[in-house]
């Protein structure tokens, strides 16, 4: 028996459906999953199956492509919702000390949070470019596959029991003020200003097959990448290098690397241990300041 050969009789049973169903998810929702992290893939579609109360992931595909209600909440199994406000408050602070400073030099600036899934890291953007005085040249582009997970993020609207959390890693990322001063509470949930989002765009934009749609001088998507395998990763951090200007900056999540990607003599290295890289600008000259 040859390697080919040997390869195919020993995919599974398990493996087939799971790779069925996700061509099926495909074809039928132009949602493209096929190049996520299978075993991180595989757990989340295991509870799906049980959710549904499907016995093989064959019943869970034919549920999918007959039944248009399943797709909406099956999203909520593929897609990753976890995150927390100022979330790795280290990150937080080496934006607001070593990139905001730099951003200051452009007249107007764009910033694109891929994948923002429920919007808290958006939110810990926002106040930090208000804080900055950076709020009014921002417009900020928050993109996730979810169209659910994106309404989420345009409320801004958290349980009251994580604020105390949100707080804690506010403070340690360098903050002047309280994060109070930027949310009401009632009934059990905590309602941040709205005004933070005059600027925002929520848009559904899928890193797997949409292209570039904008220059922007900072993307931000952390913990993202770690749910590609390594096809996927490169795709992504393509249409990153593509998106940024000379000399803008992108930001990825703590488990998350340039190191093997073919686009990473694109990036130099700016605050390393916060996972902070810099478009390389050979050709680049800094701005002037605005306020010059």
Known sequence: MDAAMSSLAET???????????????RRYQYDFRNYARESLRRRMDRARTHFGCATLSEL???VLHDPLVHPTLMGFLTIQVSEMFRDPAYFRALRENVLPHLHTWPSLKVWIAGCAN????WSLAILFREAGLEDRTIFYCTDINPAALEKAKAGIYDLERIP????????SGAPG???EYYTAAFGAARFDPSLRRKAVFADHNLATDEVFSEVQLVSSRNVLIYFDRQLQDRALGLFASSLGRGGFLG????ETLRFSRHSDLFTDFVPEEKIFRRSAEDWKEPRDAAA
């Open 165 to 172: 959390d949100f707080t804690r890693n506010h403070r340690a």
């Open 61 to 63: 595909q034919d549920r």
């Open 12 to 26: 599974s049973t398990e493996d087939i459906e799971l790779d069925l169903l996700l061509e099926a998810i495909w």
């Open 119 to 122: 919007g808290e890291e958006f």
């Open 178 to 180: 309280s994060l109070s």
């Open 252 to 255: 990825l999540g703590s488990r």
